[in-house]
């Protein structure tokens, strides 16, 4: 089934937060995801560990992927579940090129900075040459990530404008910035286990998490043909 796999050599650019909520929203419609977590630094293995008994049943952690790993682990989980989501170090190497070479959709999470930007060019730089090495199309798009009004606007429509321009796709719904988010992460459990007196307003991360998801959904079926530049 669909592996979806965030990747982006940048770090701290929302990779793992939105692997954890869009995996969260497809298990809340009864879907089984395998989340692989395949950053030495564990994060998903951390996020699982704060609340076990919050891990939904349907949301499989794999901890410790490593690059001698990570395609077995793919294919054994590709076999088992609905979905299989793969959360990578913000780094180049070889884990994340095979994790690439491996993906239905790449999703390049980056924050609106023109800085984010140049390094997505180098990400999508690396799944286009994937391409080429494996003669096969690897669907890709940007997801912009903890926007807020203050960078939604102006700066975010231009970074947006001229990714296109160059042929990169990016998702037209984008992960605003929340303290659900951060709350998520910090204090394990699922989004929707979160309530209005522990973080504020839940519910709007939950319905813009549900409204990403929904976006990359799409791109899975193919509903909207992205070229990524290229004829299809
Ligand atoms: N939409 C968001 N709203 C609020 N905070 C966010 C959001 N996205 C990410 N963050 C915060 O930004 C920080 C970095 O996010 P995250 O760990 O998901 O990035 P990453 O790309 O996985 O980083 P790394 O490269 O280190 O793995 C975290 O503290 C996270 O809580
Ligand atoms: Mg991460």
Known sequence: MPTIVFANS??????????????QVLV????????????????????????P???????????DVSESSILDAIDREAQRNAFVFVDLEGT???????????????????RGSQLDADQTTRVIALIQREEQAYRRRIRHA???????????????????????????????????????????????????????AEVHNPEAAIENAEAVAAAVIDLIANKKEPNNGRAA
């Open 92 to 110: 180049a190497n070889l884990a994340v090129s095979y994790a690439i070479g491996r993906a239905d959709v790449v999703i390049v999470p980056m």
């Open 53 to 63: 008994s919050r891990v939904p049943g349907l949301l499989t952690v794999v901890p």
């Open 142 to 196: 940007v997801l912009f990530t903890a926007t807020s009004p203050a960078i939604r606007s102006r700066d975010l429509a231009h970074l947006r404008q001229e990714l296109e321009a160059n042929g990169v796709f990016c998702l037209p719904t984008e992960l605003t910035e929340r303290a659900a988010f951060r709350a998520m992460m910090q204090f394990g459990g699922t989004l929707y286990d979160l309530s209005g």
């Open 10 to 23: 940048k770090g701290g650019v929302g990779k793992t937060t939105s692997a954890l909520a869009l995996a």
């Open 28 to 51: 809340r419609s009864n879907a089984s995801v395998a989340l692989l977590d395949a950053d030495p630094n564990q994060p998903i293995k951390a996020w699982a560990s704060r609340d």
